[in-house]
């Protein structure tokens, strides 16, 4: 879902990954200006959170945008605590992530 909604708005997908190993092997090949982290996509030994906090103790620039259904603000904080760049919740549009992309490099 996602990554048709990327790419519908313009923005070119680089690479689609399922877990840690997956998300830093593309970052280190791929050295993307934005990362989309879906949490409920982490798989079951590795959760979203853990993603993030390895993406951030290795590039403190890139932009990561989550996007998760919970939108409790118990987990919005330990995310921005984390490191994310922002925070989008499920459902949303096309127009919602990018205004959510949009604020992310206004930052």
Aim: charged fraction near 25%; aromatic fraction near 4%.
């Amino acid at each position: 879902m996602i990554l048709e909604m990327l790419q519908d708005i313009g923005h070119q997908v680089v690479a689609e990954v399922e877990d840690l190993a997956q998300a830093l092997e593309a970052h280190r090949s791929h050295k993307p200006d934005l990362i989309t982290l879906d949490l409920s996509l982490a798989r079951e030994r590795e959760d979203g959170l853990a993603v993030l906090k390895a993406i951030r103790q290795i590039d403190k620039r890139v932009k990561v945008l989550v996007v998760t259904g919970n939108s409790s603000k118990k987990v919005y904080d330990q995310l921005m605590a984390a490191g994310a760049t922002g925070y989008l919740s499920k459902p949303f549009n096309s127009a919602e992530l990018q205004n959510a992309i949009d604020q992310a490099f206004a930052l």
